[in-house]
C-alpha cells in the first residue's frame, strides 16, 4: 500500500557531501512523521535526523551542523543534505515514515514503513 523510494547514496571522499531523497507513494491519506536512521556494520539502526511533535527538526549529536533534514510534503517526500562528511558516517541510509493509508474512503489505517536503504561509504 505505500511503497518508499530511496535515492542519492553512493561513494565519496571526505568532507564531501551527499543528499539523499525518499519519496512515498501509495494509497497515503496523510504522512504523520519521517526521518532517517542509518545502520553501520556491527551496530544498530539508530536515528539520524527526524521531525519533532512541534515540527522543528532533531539530530543525533555526531551528525548536528552537517546534516540537513527537510520535507516537501507537496511531493511526499524527505531529504538529507549531508555534508562534511567523515568515514565514520559510512552506513546503510533508511528512511522511516509513519503514514495513514486509506482501507476505505472512511478508514484511515496508520503504520510505519522503512525504505530499501541507501549506502553511503565516505573514504578518508
Known amino acids: 500500500q505505500v511503497q518508499l523510494v530511496e535515492s542519492g547514496g553512493g561513494l565519496v571522499q571526505a568532507g564531501g557531501s551527499l543528499r539523499l531523497s525518499c519519496a512515498a507513494s501509495?494509497?497515503?491519506?496523510?504522512?504523520?512523521?519521517m526521518g532517517w536512521y542509518r545502520q553501520a556494520p556491527g551496530k544498530q539502526r539508530a536515528l539520524v535526523a527526524g521531525?519533532?511533535?512541534?515540527?522543528?527538526?532533531e539530530y543525533a549529536d555526531s551528525v548536528k551542523g552537517r546534516f540537513t533534514i527537510s520535507r516537501d510534503s507537496t511531493k511526499n517526500t524527505v531529504y538529507l543534505q549531508m555534508s562534511s562528511l567523515k568515514p565514520e558516517d559510512t552506513a546503510v541510509y533508511y528512511c522511516?515514515?509513519?503514514?495513514?493509508?486509506?482501507?476505505?474512503?472512511?478508514?484511515?489505517?496508520?503504520?510505519?514503513?522503512w525504505g530499501q536503504g541507501t549506502q553511503v561509504t565516505v573514504s578518508s
Open positions: 522511516n515514515v509513519d503514514v495513514t493509508v486509506d482501507v476505505t474512503p472512511l478508514v484511515g489505517r496508520r503504520g510505519v514503513y
Open positions: 501509495g494509497s497515503i491519506r496523510s504522512i504523520n512523521d
Open positions: 521531525f519533532t511533535s512541534s515540527g522543528s527538526t
